[in-house]
């Protein structure tokens, strides 16, 4: 034969090559063989090694143990003759996974250091030590350092964050938001809007925030940026070709965790510029003051572009004074824009042509898309508090209104706080994280759905009595309370389930008849 065929082939063996981190399948057995020319030989050493003993570590005795969810490349090394033989085998290990929900909120800067305690995580009676932290994937890197977190390499956005415990064998996962910026002072808010430079009419635009998710940390009072797309020029001209570009303005995420922004003085910029394709403003509460001169001024944005989508929020729009017109939330909804689970309120234009939500929408200006313009309402509650200057939407130009998700309640009697929602109103979106049904109005509160659930609780002096008179009665009374506040219902029935031992009149008061137990 060859050369080659005298010389000794090593061979790792194992019964199985996956194992996980949890006790009693935690570990894996390795045998080897050393043959030459089909004989079995014997070794003069042998070497055991892991390449990710973070992973999974081998002993001396080929056994290997999974600590860490990965793949971990097992080598033995075998020297015979005087000449080393190695082989290879890659053990893949698992570590299980529970889903829970964090006692808090978890919100990370990317731009920031991110503090972590286990009591954020898992409630302040846990003993818990956190040991490593993993974003998206067990099979990334370690970004907890003991006392702080690291995201400043993760995406932006909503994702899973893995938390694992001391020598639990378990991972936690847990949903979390990684954001570009928090924002907690009006004055890095204004910071992040200064300095942008507008478009103008010859289509120039800007756009910024693409891929991004900046957050509300926050109730903050902003000063309304003085830059929209089409500071120049009139909006026709900038928007009035096939080449329009839609990623204008702001075009990333804003998540407002149910805080407020409030603005004195919103002109023509309103507080993003302009909203492009792909943007998303959500769970943001905005009040706003309209300049107290000039006309087409907006709230929320200059222009809206299609694609842009708004959703769970709350906007109440004032007039600040001015004797222009063509104000209101947006000054101008171009294309297909997307808005559900809001509420508008407010008197955006007492000099008239002006719109609750907008004071135009248009289609992209076009001779190949003049019905492309579409502005899809899903769960929205228009409020207009001065119907006789102001329509919900002023001017419909060449635009299919969807409008079958609006409700319009016009009219001066009809006070913010007062505002009921028709029967027929479909809450199940505002049933989210931070937008709830109370009393007939839609407040903004980050707690859970649960909170708003009203607690009846029934009180006694004492629950056990005789049956002997002058000692067989007890008056219970009761309280229904709705998130610490006493609610009045509007009925309540008092019944005995047991009345041979115990009767209940309407009153509450209980009469003990028998020996034995009532409910």
């Known amino acids: ?37 089909g004989a079995a030989v014997t070794p003069e050493r042998v070497e055991w090694e892991s390449n990710a003993p973070g ?59 991110n503090p972590l305690t286990a009591e954020q995580v898992f409630g302040a009676d846990s003993d818990i030590a956190i040991t490593e932290v993993y974003y998206n994937s067990l099979a990334s890197q370690n970004i907890y350092d003991g006392g702080t977190l ?38 890095e808010f204004n910071a992040w809007q200064a300095g942008r430079a507008p478009g103008n009419g010859d289509r ?29 020029g009139s909006l026709g001209g900038a928007v009035s070709t096939t080449d329009t570009p839609t990623k204008i303005g702001f075009v990333g995420m804003f998540n407002g965790m149910g805080h407020t922004i409030t603005v004195n003085d919103a002109g023509k910029a309103g507080i993003f510029g302009d909203l492009g394709a792909g943007s998303v403003v959500k769970n943001l509460k905005l009040v ?38 063509y104000n209101g939330l947006l000054f101008s909804a171009v294309g297909s824009i997307t808005m559900r689970n809001c509420v508008v309120v407010g008197t955006p234009g007492a000099a008239g042509n002006a719109g609750l939500l907008s004071a135009y929408t248009r289609p992209e200006y076009s001779e190949a898309n003049q019905g492309d313009a579409q502005f899809t309402f899903e769960n929205v509650v228009a409020v207009s508090k001065n119907a006789a200057n102001l ?13 079958t998700g609006v409700t319009v309640l016009d009219g ?25 049904i109370e009393d007939g109005y839609i407040p903004m509160w980050g707690g859970a759905a649960s909170d708003f659930t009203p607690v009846l609780e029934i009180e006694a002096d004492d629950t056990e009595i005789s049956t002997q008179e002058g000692a067989n009665t007890v008056t219970l009374t009761y309280e229904l309370s709705r998130r610490g506040a006493v609610v009045t219902p509007e009925s309540v029935a008092w019944e005995s389930d047991a009345p041979g031992i115990a009767t209940v009149t309407q009153d509450g008061v209980v009469t003990g008849i028998a020996e034995g137990e009532a409910l």
């Open 55 to 113: 992973i999974a570590s081998v002993t001396q005795e080929g056994v290997v143990t999974g600590l860490r969810e990965g793949t971990a490349e097992i080598t033995l090394t075998a020297t015979y003759g005087g000449a080393e033989y190695t082989a290879t085998i890659t053990i893949t290990v698992t570590m299980p996974v529970e889903e829970i929900t964090a006692a808090s909120a978890l919100l990370f800067d990317k731009s920031a250091e």
């Open 150 to 187: 690291d995201v400043s390499a993760a995406a932006a956005g909503e994702g899973q964050v893995f938390f694992v415990v001391g020598n639990d064998h378990t991972a936690y996962r847990v949903t979390a938001t990684v954001a570009t910026q928090i924002f907690y002072e009006g004055s």
């Open 412 to 436: 001066s009697s009809t006070p913010v706080e007062n505002l009921k929602l028709p029967d027929d109103f479909n809450t199940s979106g505002f049933n989210s994280e931070y937008f709830y």
């Open 204 to 232: 120039t635009a800007y756009s910024y925030g693409e891929g991004e998710y900046y957050v509300l940390g926050a109730d903050i009072t902003v000063t309304s940026p003085t830059h929209e797309v089409f500071s120049s």
């Open 288 to 325: 706003a003051t309209l300049a107290a001169s000039g006309n087409q001024l907006a709230a929320l944005a200059s222009v809206a572009k299609g694609g842009a989508i708004i959703e769970n929020c709350w906007f109440e729009v004032k007039d600040g004074g001015s004797s222009g017109g």
């Open 391 to 403: 329509g919900w939407i002023w001017l419909e130009n060449n635009t299919d209104i969807y409008d």
């Open 1 to 37: 034969g060859k050369a080659s065929d005298f010389d000794p082939v090593l061979k790792i063996k194992a019964d199985f090559t996956e194992i996980s981190t949890e006790a009693g399948q935690n570990t894996v057995d390795l045998t080897y063989e050393l043959s030459r020319r």
